[in-house]
């Protein structure tokens, strides 16, 4: 599967450095390849399904600690 981010130039550094961007789109994909559920994949992570669902729709960035629990579907 092809990665959950892409890079774009930094908008601060006059476009010398790269900065990851997270794909919601990408999580969702995911996460439904792994058959698992909006609610399920929350209440497993530890978070609301509203803000893992913000994420996945790009409404929240999402941290480290939510990152890592897609990396292990």
């Known amino acids: 599967m092809e990665p959950y981010y892409h890079e774009v130039p930094c908008r601060h550094c006059q476009g010398r450095g790269r900065v990851k961007v997270v794909d919601g789109n990408a999580l ?3 996460r439904l390849a792994a058959h698992e559920s909006l609610r399920g994949f929350a209440r497993r992570v530890g978070f609301s399904a509203t803000h893992i669902s913000d994420v996945e729709r790009g409404r929240r ?11 292990s579907l």
């Open 28 to 30: 969702r994909t995911l």
């Open 61 to 71: 960035s999402p941290g480290w600690n939510i990152l890592r629990h897609y990396d």
